[in-house]
T-cell receptor
Framework: NAGVTQTPKFRVLKTGQSMTLLCAQDMNHEYMYWYRQDPGMGLRLIHYSVGEGTTAKGEVPDGYNVSRLKKQNFLLGLESAAPSQTSVYFC??????????????FGSGTRLTVV | GNSVTQMEGPVTLSEEAFLTINCTYTATGYPSLFWYVQYPGEGLQLLLKATKADDKGSNKGFEATYRKETTSFHLEKGSVQVSDSAVYFCARSGNTPLVFGKGTRLSVIA
């Protein structure tokens, strides 16, 4: 089925460890996004990409890096994990920046715990 | 700035009750407005949308009307079901990716 696939679904890290979250979409979407979801804070944009080879900062980019080497993949990296990065991470993609016709397509999320 | 404000939750209703979840926005120009729904353990999915003033978006019995004069996009449903239990997010477009509200958790009890 077409959609957005996130891996892994769950992960526990120790403070200072690094990891990469992978997002893959097979809808030929130009735009991809990484959000984090925290209780009482809603969804906050970390980074986004408007096309292959491009990235841009969102609302809360500190402590994260991203890469979009291939159109279908958008990677989110944590170089040195901190407990404040404990969250649920969602990847999304869209045909255009707002895509009023179909909206954003979201993955099912990655639950990350940093201890 | 550009922002979205939703009513605080959680909201608990009995089955067949009337639902309203308030959403107001600030933005320059005339954004498109959206409601997304997140069922337990899943990502968000588009519920409905409106792209210009006075438009009404509707889906699965839910409705919302784009009110420019009050900068609002309140979500309503006449008779909720247990299966509507979820978190609902209001969102607006602009010059940047979609901006989401903080979400409102709805629990419907039988």
């Amino acid at each position: 089925n077409a959609g957005v696939t996130q891996t892994p679904k769950f992960r526990v890290l120790k403070t200072g460890q690094s990891m990469t979250l992978l997002c893959a979409q097979d809808m030929n979407h130009e735009y991809m996004y990484w959000y984090r979801q925290d209780p009482g804070m809603g969804l906050r944009l970390i980074h986004y990409s408007v096309g292959e080879g491009t990235t841009a900062k969102g609302e809360v980019p500190d402590g994260y890096n991203v890469s979009r080497l291939k159109k279908q993949n958008f990677l989110l990296g944590l170089e040195s994990a901190a407990p404040s990065q404990t969250s649920v991470y969602f990847c999304a993609s869209s045909l255009t920046g707002t895509d009023e016709l179909y909206g954003y397509t979201f993955g099912s999320g990655t639950r990350l715990t940093v201890v | 700035g550009n922002s979205v404000t939703q009513m605080e939750g959680p909201v608990t209703l009995s089955e067949e009750a009337f639902l309203t979840i308030n959403c107001t926005y600030t933005a320059t120009g005339y954004p498109s407005l959206f409601w997304y729904v997140q069922y337990p353990g899943e990502g968000l999915q588009l519920l409905l949308k409106a792209t210009k003033a006075d438009d009404k978006g509707s889906n699965k019995g839910f409705e919302a009307t784009y009110r420019k004069e009050t900068t609002s996009f309140h979500l309503e449903k006449g008779s909720v079901q247990v299966s509507d239990s979820a978190v609902y997010f209001c969102a607006r477009s602009g010059n940047t990716p979609l901006v989401f509200g903080k979400g409102t958790r709805l629990s419907v009890i039988a």
